[in-house]
């Protein structure tokens, strides 16, 4: 089979390698009571935290020989070891996302076989003009941290009660446009809240069209948080979730957030996440600290939350699967370019392989 691997370290121009005849991966011999499903792929859909794994993870480390890069996929069942629920068939077509275990050891998606734990899959969603495509566009890290930051505004609960309580929020999704922020816009829609995206104006139309009741441009009211501030002061807001990083947001948002309001950020690198994390949390009102609560919240993958996501499509709360450009197994380095070029509509796919 083909695999993408990283045979150096650094950015995917000099670290990735395409080889063209590994060995396809069967189910380990005898083994009873597996949870492992056997998965060709047909789409793979790229995450800004692969290019984060491939110039930080070298590919010399112990544990990570030949690491694979990727983490959501879609694709059709063509084996389920013994503990494997009956709910899983072979033949069945499925889409999710690795865990971060096998991000870091580089068990990847970018290959044409996958051996993958069947609590990490869920069925593409039962809806006329999705297909794996789709599928792999919601289903993956991107739209299951929206699912699982949607549902934190109203308690973190699964269940229909939970979910009604969205209705009439006011939300503001910070990074509105990207692979995350589309899928969120729409969640929040879907389920009643009034929403607000933050994105720049060329994206306006897509945000609008995602269900946004209104478009903030962060490039025309810079300072944002000004805006904000003169906007939502009076009316202040219920939830902020921030899909860019901005500590600005936080550190001014008692100025537009409610007091018992929630503020969830995603972005975890040194500037935009830890530190900020561990002074947004540690530092006391008192000394300055901003008094409203706050959240850096990481994404475990699961089948669990990815079936959330397809009963949404299912139920129409999601609509799109919005697709920022597909690329073909071969351009893989390409497609990474233009994801580290932060400017994407949407998730970047990569065609790996037909499977039908
Ligand atoms: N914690 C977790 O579990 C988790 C999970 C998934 C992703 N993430 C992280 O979340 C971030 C977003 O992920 P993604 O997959 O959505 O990325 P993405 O698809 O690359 O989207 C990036 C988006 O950010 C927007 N953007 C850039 N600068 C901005 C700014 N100053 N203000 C507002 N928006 C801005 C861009 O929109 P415009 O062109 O319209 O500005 C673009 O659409 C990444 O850092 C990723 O690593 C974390």
């Known amino acids: 089979m083909k695999s993408w691997t990283a045979t150096s370290f650094g950015r995917p121009r000099q670290s990735l390698t395409l080889i063209q005849s590994l060995p396809i991966p069967t189910l380990p011999p005898g083994a009873k009571h597996s949870r492992l499903l056997l998965i ?9 935290a692969d290019l984060v794994l491939m110039s930080s993870l070298p590919p010399w480390l112990p544990f990570r020989r030949n690491p694979v890069p990727g983490q959501d996929f879609a694709g059709k069942v063509l ?14 077509r499925v889409a999710g996302a690795t865990g ?18 069947c609590g990490l899959v869920a069925k593409v969603p039962q809806r006329e003009g999705w297909g794996a495509r789709e599928a792999v566009g919601v289903m993956g890290i991107a739209g ?14 699964t269940n229909d009660e939970t979910e009604g309580m969205m209705k009439g929020r006011r939300v503001l999704v910070n990074g509105a446009s990207g692979g995350v922020g589309s899928v969120l816009v729409q969640i929040c ?3 009643g809240a009034e929403v607000y995206g933050v994105c720049s ?24 948080e000004e805006y904000l501030a003169q906007r939502f002061g009076e009316q202040q807001l219920d939830a902020i979730l921030d899909c860019a990083g901005s500590q600005a947001l ?10 018992e309001g929630k503020f969830i950020n995603i972005v975890g690198g040194w500037s935009q996440g830890i530190v900020p994390f561990v002074r947004n949390k540690l530092r006391p009102r008192l000394l300055g600290g901003t008094p409203r609560s706050y959240e850096l919240f990481l994404l475990s993958a699961s089948g669990k939350i990815a079936r959330r996501v397809a009963a949404w499509v299912e139920q129409g709360v999601i609509k799109e699967a919005p697709i920022d450009s597909e690329f073909p197994m071969e351009q893989v380095v390409e497609a990474y370019e233009k994801l580290a070029t932060g400017r994407a509509k949407g998730k970047i796919l990569i065609k790996v392989a037909d499977t039908e």
């Not at 060709?40 to 800004?48: A, D, F, G, Q, T």
């Open 189 to 191: 829609k879907g389920l």
């Open 40 to 48: 060709k792929v047909s789409h793979v859909s790229l995450n800004p």
């Open 250 to 259: 936080y550190a001014h948002s008692p100025r537009y957030l409610k007091p």
């Open 100 to 117: 971060l275990r096998e991000a870091f050891w580089g068990q990847g998606a970018l290959a044409e076989y996958l051996l993958v734990d």
């Open 201 to 224: 104006g060329v994206n306006e139309g897509l945000v609008r069209r995602l269900g946004a009741d209104e478009v903030i441009d962060y490039r025309v009211h810079d300072p944002l």
């Open 144 to 157: 299951q941290t929206a699912a699982a930051m949607a549902l934190r505004v109203v308690g973190g609960g």
């Open 79 to 92: 084996a389920v070891g013994d503990a494997v629920p009956c709910s899983v068939k072979v033949g069945d």
